[in-house]
Nanobody
Framework: QVQLVESGGGLVQPGGSLRLSCAAS????????VGWYRQAPGKQRELVAR???????NYADSVKDRFTISKDYAKNMIYLHMKLLKPDDTAVYYC?????????WGQGTQVTVSS
């Protein structure tokens, strides 16, 4: 059973930074398909950033050059480094993993960008 536990969300002012963390059960490797999604009120869940099986990354256009996804193999952690945050980034952020032919999701962490 894959488990994902997010942390690091909170309230931040526009232009600020946050780092989200996701602790994954089981090992994380260079071929692990993992990432971050988000869901704002009244909107569908959308991809923020992900690692593909070959190690390449995909980012939503709205976060390119502001967000960076990373993995720590030794700690089985997935991170989302966010900078220059905007009010439109306000959402619940979910850690995600594709394994054994199915999706796994964390419980989500709230990020609110507001002055």
């Amino acid at each position: 059973q894959v488990q994902l536990v997010e942390s690091g969300g909170g309230l931040v002012q526009p232009g600020g930074s946050l780092r989200l963390s996701c602790a994954a059960s089981g090992s994380i490797s260079s071929i692990s398909v993992v990432g971050w999604y988000r869901q704002a009120p009244g909107k569908q869940r959308e991809l923020v950033a992900r690692f593909n099986a070959g190690g390449s990354t995909n980012y939503a256009d709205s976060v390119k050059d502001r967000f960076t996804i990373s993995k720590d193999y030794a700690k089985n952690m997935i991170y989302l480094h966010m900078k220059l945050l905007k009010p439109d980034d306000t959402a619940v952020y979910y850690c995600w993993r594709w394994s054994g032919g199915r999706d796994y999701w964390g419980q989500g962490t709230q990020v609110t960008v507001s002055s």
